[in-house]
């Protein structure tokens, strides 16, 4: 069985950090494209990053580039969203995404 586990949201101040966890199981890992999906109230879906499984490369919103880094450690099945210099825009469910499967989801809120 396939499971996405994020976590790490919260509430934060704007200008804040937070770094959010998915940690994935019931698939080969190593090699898997992994990708944050955020959903603010009231909106669609939006693609925030993804990593390439098999060179790591890294591909972010533009929305989101320069202050967001996603990174994977196959030891542990994780990718790391950090998230710096968070803004109130940035307020949305976030999403774990790996080809058909989706985690639960984790709130982010930047009010302050």
């Known amino acids: 069985e396939v499971q996405l586990v994020e976590s790490g949201g919260g509430l934060v101040h704007p200008g804040r950090s937070l770094r959010l966890s998915c940690t994935a199981s019931?698939?080969?890992?190593?090699?898997?494209?992994m990708s944050w999906v955020r959903q603010a109230p009231g909106k669609g879906l939006e693609w925030v990053s993804t990593i390439n499984g098999y060179n790591r490369d890294t591909h972010y919103a533009n929305s989101v580039a320069g202050r967001f880094t996603l990174s994977k450690d196959n030891a542990k099945n994780t990718v790391y969203l950090q998230m710096n210099d968070l803004k109130p825009e940035d307020t949305a469910v976030y999403y774990c995404?790996?080809?058909?499967?989706w985690g639960q989801g984790t709130q982010v809120t930047v009010s302050g």
């Open positions: 019931g698939f080969t890992f190593s090699t898997s494209d």
């Open positions: 995404n790996a080809y058909a499967w």
